[in-house]
């Protein structure tokens, strides 16, 4: 029951775009878990990994944030990660009581896999150490690589290729990465079918809600690598929390990523355990989703979401352009033009 009346004070605002940010549940805490980091992976015995991980979410979000977990991307999820630097993290989460009365997680790219690796096995772990488990009321997963990264597959068989590289496939690797990488850390945790393996079927059932990006921000060279829609990093297929990797167009079988409403025969149709994707925005990149000075229009993957005993309504609009056979009908969240996709989040919680 606890766990019910902390999931309705996080979701009952669920998204109402233009509510004021200052209107909020102050029950709940929220946690950060950034994403990878490839500039890491050329000085693992030069990073400041406290230092870097603030600076991660300096845009928007450290000053809506109650804490953060950090992690160096030049080391393994299940390995050093794991050992030390989130279960330092949450050992002091439970000492402090941080999470009593509930936490959210707000992750980017690669924080959606360490946050479900962390949520399948932080109730084990602090058991163990005869603490409490925390109380995760929910994510909110922006442009999530959980489902893994066709580009980590093109990195690692780029690295260990013995220099016998393609140019477009070194092109897009230095692009994404910044040089070919000698260190591979936790890409070799992100490759697609290593991604998937990692807690398939979580023990809580915190609800995962996804915020998807559709637009590319490396010239467009490594959308080749990616299957379906994407963002420039990460296929539909993963931001949309699918069940399984393919080539897919939308979130929705009924909107399109960028709000037009209209039949997706190239949609996700099965998703990960307790995944929702909830906002598509056609003009965010990979990157930008969590800055707070992009702002575009947003569409909703649902107007409601039944979180069990309760409807969440999404407040949105309809734009037509066109008329006869070009007429064409879009949906958006309200006010989304005029609010970045972090301030759209930040308003929900």
Known sequence: MMKKNLLHTVLTTALLAGASAGVQAAEYKTILIHGFQPD???????????YEGQEYWSSFWNQHADARIDWPSYERLQGKIATDYIWPKLRAFSQSNLCNPGCVF?????????????????????????????????????????????????????ATSGGVVGELTRQAVELWLGSMPEELGILWDLKVNNARQVAQNPSDNAPRLRFVANSDEYYNLTAGFLPGNDDGVVATHSSCGASNKGSFGSCSSSIALNGQLKSQSDAVTSFMPYHYPMLMGDDYTHGNLPDAGYQGKVAPVRTSFNAGYKTIRYNSYEETTGSWFWKKTYRYVSESNNQSFSRLILNSL
């Open 40 to 50: 890491q992976l050329t000085r693992p015995n030069n990073t400041d990994v406290d």
């Open 106 to 158: 707000v992750t980017h790219s690669t924080g959606d896999l360490v946050a479900r690796y962390i949520i399948d096995n932080q109730a084990t772990w602090l058991e163990n150490a005869g603490l409490q488990p925390l109380n995760i009321v929910a994510t909110f997963d922006m442009a999530g690589a959980g489902g893994g990264s066709e580009l980590a597959d093109t990195a690692v068989s780029a």
